[in-house]
């Protein structure tokens, strides 16, 4: 744990390193980013290990999936393309001003905070920091208290791959994050809950520190009155159980068309059923991470219960020596004042919603917050551009879920209420860069001709 004096120190020593390296060459920085994928990949077991500690049961391969391909896919797709993110790139240049050259020169912003959350421990610390180590900047993470054996784990491998000054990670309880969010950063990137969200924007505008939002929200899926139901049933169970629920980008509350739900929470039933005969008992099921987190969810599905939803558990709860399983649960038709159709579930808890058609879909959507993401089972061409035109989200996909996040470069980031700009490959390579602009004035220039005293037939010339 590190004190406010401490984080100072750490930052002040990765802006002493950084100025005295200000354009790292492709070959530093593709050397870190080796060492990021070898942090990764020499200590997989270890790293499954940790999460399955902190979880008090995830599957390994939920860890392998979620935490450990996503590192190193990033770390080979910023390898591979690193040599043409770093090249200038030209503009066109006004008539007037020729023949003077322009480009812009991608720039190192200089110190990188992360703030990592705990339900994807490895992955959302070590992601962002791929496109902020590619991007040429030192990189300071501060990875969630939830996950403490992750966390300690990370800190102790990073001390191992890198000097601190160039990735350093530093543990510590909910004081020390909001410390850390205190620093005077060139960029911060958090990734959360949108309360803790406007904490650290707060936290940050006080030193005017830009900062990136990855906040989730109530991701829609919306159910055609075409698709098929079973197909549908199946993409939407593996997006929504998997990690028990516990992804900023899965499902939150699906509209389904009215004369087709009955069929279709039947379909819901079956591969759950399929998935995971075993219910939550099952290896393949993840727990809930903290205590406090599944109080939540009690409270939230309690209250549905007291309103007269009807609750579907497909499967029982199953208490662990650390945490807990709770069994994937449809609620039916809930009221839009509950909790559960207020707030990101971020849990097993699914509501299904019966609708008239897609204007209901649409306008139900558009009513609430802008979600992380927007789900849609249809193959009417016409549904589709309808779906993309009268709605935003930070990613749309059609006819799955979560697939989208597993496309290197594929920006990945909220809107509005779902957070602030996007990383992820080139994308993210640019949002730890300052894109500077770049003007080669020619030793003969046309411009000269703009010089004092000014001509009338000027005018004519500029063209207004």
Not at 271 to 300: C, Q
Request: net charge positive; charged share 25%.
């Amino acid at each position: 744990m590190a004190d406010a004096s401490q984080l100072s120190a750490h930052l002040d020593a990765q802006r002493q390193a950084f100025d005295a390296e200000r354009y790292p060459t492709l070959a530093v920085r593709r050397d870190r980013l080796r060492r990021l994928g070898d942090m990764t990949r020499e200590h997989r077991q270890d790293i499954i290990k940790a999460i399955r500690q902190d979880f008090g049961y995830r599957p390994e391969a939920e860890t392998r999936l979620l935490d450990i391909a996503r590192v190193l896919q990033a770390v080979r797709h910023a390898r591979r393309h690193l040599k043409r993110w770093m090249r200038p790139s030209r503009a066109a240049v006004p008539w007037r001003l020729w023949p003077a050259r322009v480009r812009v020169h991608r720039q190192p912003l200089g110190t990188v905070g992360i703030i990592a959350p705990s339900h994807s421990p490895w992955s959302l610390a070590l992601l962002p920091a791929v496109d902020a180590l590619a991007a040429g900047n030192r990189v300071l993470i501060k990875p969630s208290e939830r996950s403490p054996t992750t966390s300690a784990l990370m800190a102790r491998l990073a001390e191992h791959y890198f000097s601190p000054q160039e990735l350093k990670v530093i543990t510590g309880d909910a004081g020390t994050g909001r410390a850390f969010a205190a620093l005077p950063f060139d960029h911060l990137l958090f990734t959360g809950d949108d309360r803790a969200g406007r904490e650290v924007a707060l936290a940050a505008a006080a030193n005017l520190t830009p900062v990136t939002l990855e906040l989730g929200g109530k991701t829609p899926v919306i159910i055609g009155a075409d698709a098929d139901l079973e197909q549908a049933a199946e993409r939407l169970a593996f997006g929504k159980w998997l990690n028990a629920g516990q992804t900023r980008l899965a499902p939150d509350y699906v509209l389904v068309h009215e004369p087709h739900l009955t069929a279709f929470v039947a379909a819901l039933t079956q591969v759950v059923k399929r998935f995971h005969p075993s219910g939550p008992a099952g290896d393949d099921y993840s727990a809930i991470v903290g205590e406090s987190h599944r109080e939540r969810l009690d409270a939230m599905l309690e209250e549905a219960r007291d309103h007269g939803c009807r609750v579907i558990p497909l499967g029982e709860t199953l208490e662990l020596s650390r945490g807990a399983k709770l069994p994937p649960t449809l609620v039916i038709d809930p009221h839009g004042e509950l909790a559960i159709m207020r707030e990101e579930i971020f849990g097993p808890w699914l509501p299904i919603i019966g609708i008239g058609d897609l204007d209901h879909a649409l306008g139900f959507v558009h009513e609430r917050p802008r979600p992380l993401a927007l789900y849609a089972f249809t193959n009417d061409p016409e549904q589709r551009r309808r779906i993309l035109e009268e709605s935003h989200s930070g990613g749309v996909v059609f006819n799955d879920t979560l697939w989208h996040n597993a496309v290197p470069n594929l920006p990945f980031g909220g809107v509005g209420g779902s957070g602030m700009g996007g990383y992820q490959g080139e994308a993210g390579f640019l949002r730890f860069s300052h894109q500077r602009s770049v003007f080669l004035q020619a030793r003969r220039s046309s411009v000269r001709l703009l010089n004092p005293p000014y001509r009338h037939w000027l005018y004519r010339l500029m063209g207004f």
